[in-house]
């Protein structure tokens, strides 16, 4: 999405726009972490990957808003500079921390709801077939013994 918007904006792929693409997404992959762990925090306490999902925008999300915002504005100064390497490394900073930031707030939470759900399914299996195994069992020692046991 970085290199589609460069190419509508007419920035060329140089050395410079690759190594700030890269660097970029280093300090975005910040937001998504923070998005993730603040998820986590908030499924152990309220154990519904919906609620968990809301309560984690809620709290995080407009934190991250402006943790974005400083940090592109502040590197897409650049792009009103007069040399073409910095103006090309302010504006590539700025849409690629723009794209961070949207996917850390409209991409990971839904992720992770799904994630949750499915974890939260997977862990209730595991607990279902423990108990499963565990009638079984209960079941195998009252046959051995001459038991009947739907009696017991």
Do not use: K
Request: zero cysteines.
């Amino acid at each position: 999405s970085v290199l589609g918007t460069m190419a509508l904006l007419d920035i060329p792929y140089t050395i410079v726009t690759s190594i700030i693409t890269a660097l970029s997404i280093g300090i975005g992959v910040d937001y998504t972490i923070h998005m993730i762990h603040r998820y986590r925090e908030e499924f152990t306490r309220v154990r519904d990957p919906e609620r968990a999902a809301v309560r984690t925008l809620a709290a995080t999300g407009s934190a991250l808003l402006g943790s974005a915002m400083t940090t592109g504005l502040g590197i897409g100064v650049l792009a009103a500079s007069p040399l073409a390497a910095f103006e090309q490394f302010g504006i590539t900073a700025a849409i690629t921390i723009a794209y961070s930031l949207i996917v850390a707030v409209v991409v990971v939470p839904p992720a992770m709801t799904v994630w949750g759900a499915y974890r939260n399914m997977r862990l209730r299996s595991m607990v279902q077939r423990t108990w499963d195994e565990l009638d079984e069992a209960i079941e195998g020692i009252h046959r051995r013994h001459g038991e009947d046991p739907g009696e017991v």
